[in-house]
């Protein structure tokens, strides 16, 4: 069993920045991917960026040149930095791991608001 475990969610005003971190843990071999999904209230959830073993990234286009996605193999994390925030980045943001042919987890999400 695998768990995901986040930290970093909170207020910050528009214009500035949070990092968001994820740890996982258990029967871990290898992650393939590690990424970050984020859901606004009403809407569906949606990729924010993902980045695999080997560190290529993919990043939604409404957060490039914003958010930057990073991890450590060694310890299994992955780290969302968020700068310049709007009030459109409000959401529940989810952690996600994928180990292909043994799992896919999710984290239990956590809440970045962006507002003055």
């Known amino acids: 069993q695998v768990q995901l475990v986040e930290s970093g969610g909170g207020l910050v005003q528009p214009g500035g920045s949070l990092r968001l971190s994820c740890a996982a843990s258990g029967s871990i071999i290898s992650i393939d991917y590690m990424g970050w999904y984020r859901q606004a209230p009403g809407k569906e959830r949606e990729l924010v960026a993902t980045i695999s073993r080997g560190k290529n990234t993919n990043l939604a286009k409404s957060v490039k040149g914003r958010f930057t996605i990073s991890r450590d193999n060694a310890k299994n994390t992955v780290h969302l930095q968020m700068n310049s925030l709007k009030p459109e980045d409000t959401a529940v943001y989810y952690c996600?791991?994928?180990?292909?042919?043994?799992?896919?987890?999710w984290g239990q999400g956590t809440l970045v608001t962006v507002s003055s």
């Open positions: 996600n791991a994928v180990e292909f042919g043994s799992f896919e987890v």
